[in-house]
């Protein structure tokens, strides 16, 4: 208790970082879906797939019939989605980061059945399933 109450600030900091390191494990993070899961809900139709990459990166592969509005432009054009508000919408970038962002934007927008494809475009190649260019 002595070493505690003499580095008290030595302390703080140690747990100041800590709480900061857990920050991001600990942050809500939308709702998810594995390559798998997205397969199937694609398939039982009335899924809208929203690309939120660049146009360079979705013109490199994307997944079929998906509709590319990038993340910093999604604000701006979510108008074009409101067709899509009573289907599920997959949300799709390179690894899921962004995808969980406009996620959390598009329920605030009101889009209810809003989810991320878990792992983004990386885990949909490595699961070996197809892209289109």
């Given amino acids: 208790m002595k070493f505690i109450l ?78 899509s508000k009573s289907r599920t919408l997959v949300v799709v970038c390179q690894t899921g980061a962004r995808s969980d962002k406009a996620v959390r934007q598009l329920k605030a927008a009101g889009f209810e059945d809003a989810l991320s494809l878990e792992g983004g475009m990386t885990a949909w190649t490595a699961a070996g399933l197809p892209t289109t260019k």
């Fill in 6 to 83: 003499d580095n008290i600030f030595i302390v703080a900091i140690a747990v100041v970082s800590g709480g900061a390191l857990l920050w991001p494990a600990l942050a809500p993070k939308g709702r998810r879906a594995t390559a798998l899961q997205v397969t199937q809900l694609i398939n039982r139709g009335k899924t809208t797939i929203l690309d939120v990459r660049g146009a360079d990166e979705f013109a490199a592969g994307h997944v079929r019939d998906a509709k590319n509005i990038p993340l910093a432009d999604l604000g701006n054009r979510i108008g074009e989605l409101e067709k």
